[in-house]
T-cell receptor
């Protein structure tokens, strides 16, 4: 069972380069999320999509864009990478349709480790 | 400043010992979740607590939600090396916020 699949798992970028992190889920979940995890900071929400066709900013959206391509796929794009974006990025999905109404389980991918030099 | 403060930040114990980790906030939550994250993997949900004063048990793990729904604790009895990992709490209100976690190492 695949669950939530993220690609790539590792990436090294130079400052100013762009890249897209891909995420797909096969659980027919309505909501999808992008988090970043930094030492001592916990998981911080970048963007989320409560349902297909909608996206909203989370706690730390600056420097990122997202696309909810269809119900299965939610991508995160860095247009001009900065060293401050060095982090581990996690995609997650949940059954419920709204971040604010989510008391259910978040299913996470294995993470994408990004280093910006 | 973290909305949810988890303590201790690091904990290293011997197999068989008991331990308690804490998740504290000044905010009231409608529910609180605990996740465990192993190296190189994403967090996995352990439990959700919803009612103030609620206690849930999952084998050797006991989770408690504070009466005022501002804090929670996780107690592990007779810890095993397989319990090693990062334990994260997440408070749910208008949104979901994660604590920074407690990194637990259980030595054989």
């Amino acid at each position: 069972n695949a669950g939530v699949t993220q690609t790539p798992k590792f990436q090294v970028l130079k400052t100013g380069q762009s890249m897209t992190l891909q995420c797909a889920q096969d659980m027919n979940h309505n909501s999808m999320y992008w988090y970043r995890q930094d030492p001592g900071m916990g998981l911080r929400l970048i963007y989320y999509s409560a349902s297909e066709g909608t996206t909203d900013k989370g706690e730390v959206p600056n420097g990122y864009n997202v696309s909810r391509l269809n119900k299965r796929e939610f991508s995160l794009r860095l247009e001009s990478a900065a060293p401050s974006q060095t982090s581990v990025y996690f995609c997650a999905s949940s059954r419920f349709g709204s971040q604010t109404a989510n008391t259910g389980e978040l299913f996470f991918g294995e993470g994408s480790r990004l280093t910006v030099l | 400043t973290q909305l949810l403060e988890q303590s201790p930040q690091f904990l290293s114990i011997q197999e068989g010992e008991n331990l308690t980790v804490y998740c504290n906030s000044s905010s009231v939550f409608s529910s609180l979740q605990w996740y465990r994250q192993e190296p190189g993997e994403g967090p996995v949900l352990l439990v959700t607590v919803v009612t103030g004063g609620e206690v849930k048990k999952l084998k050797r793990l006991t989770f408690q939600f504070g009466d005022a729904r501002k804090d929670s604790s996780l107690h592990i009895t007779a810890a095993q090396p397989g319990d090693t990992g990062l334990y994260l709490c997440a408070g749910v209100n208008n949104d979901m916020r994660f604590g920074a976690g407690t990194r637990l190492t259980v030595k054989p």
